[in-house]
């Protein structure tokens, strides 16, 4: 079972424009991380927040917690076509099994 | 590149057969992660090792099972395969004895069962 769920399934950009995802979950959390993943390949580790941390920047990713919803979001600026991928969140309960949701798949457009 | 590396890149077998996927992972990584990613169940954990023992157990079928040897890289083996144990295999390492910290993915590979 997965125990985030991102919204939406799949978002179409113009090249430039802003890519905001989101994360919802369902228990208490460790951590919760973001992994993109290009068409088949392996998964690129982007940003880890912890349970106590609300925001955190990495170049153009900047990732919000809130932990009183259950939720997070992950928003990429100025979006290339580098970007074009599917977007992951993957939570860390106390079991410290990492959970991952179904994604949302960005494509961003020239 | 992750420096987590993985082989065979794909396998065809047939069904009942059984195989054996390999992980390397990055230098000085500690921590091995099985996952298995299909269609219809989505990227799902299955075993993790930390210095050759087992740590924690994901939905992983009894018919697979896990190794970590002492040079740390780790085996999985898959037997009496089933057409749904199609998918991508993927193993990740971190230097962590918990998913506290990011895991580093290897490319994957790709079983198909016919």
């Known amino acids: 079972s997965q125990q985030g769920e991102e919204d939406p399934q799949a978002l179409s950009i113009q090249e430039g424009e802003n890519a905001t995802m989101n994360c919802s979950y369902k228990?208490?959390?460790?951590?919760l991380q973001w992994y993109r993943q290009n068409s088949g390949r392996g998964l690129v580790h982007l940003i880890l927040?912890?349970?106590?941390?609300r925001e955190k920047h990495s170049g153009r990713l900047r990732v919000t917690l809130d932990t009183s919803k259950k939720s997070s979001s992950l928003l990429i600026t100025a979006s290339r076509a580098a970007d074009t991928a599917s977007y992951f969140c993957?939570?860390?309960?106390?079991?410290?099994?990492?959970?991952f949701g179904a994604g949302t798949t960005v494509t961003v457009r020239a | 590149d992750s420096g987590v590396t993985q082989t065979p890149k794909h396998l065809i077998t047939a069904t009942g057969q059984r195989v054996t996927l390999r992980c390397s992972p990055r230098?000085?990584?500690?921590?091995v992660y099985w996952y298995q990613q299909s269609l219809d169940q989505g990227l799902q954990f299955l075993i993790h090792?930390?210095?050759?023992?087992?740590?924690a157990k994901g939905n992983i079928l009894e018919r697979f099972s896990a190794q970590q040897f002492p040079d740390l890289h780790s085996e999985l083996n898959l037997s009496s395969l089933e057409l749904g144990d199609s998918a991508l295999y993927f193993c990740?390492?971190?230097?962590?004895?918990?998913?506290?910290?990011?895991?580093?993915f290897g490319p994957g590979t790709r079983l198909t069962v016919t």
């Open positions: 228990t208490s959390i460790n951590n």
């Open positions: 990740a390492s971190s230097v962590a004895n918990a998913p506290t910290y990011e895991q580093y």
């Open positions: 090792y930390y210095n050759g023992e087992e740590r």
């Open positions: 230098s000085g990584d500690l921590s």
């Open positions: 927040i912890r349970s106590n941390e």
């Open positions: 993957a939570t860390v309960a106390n079991d410290y099994k990492l959970s």
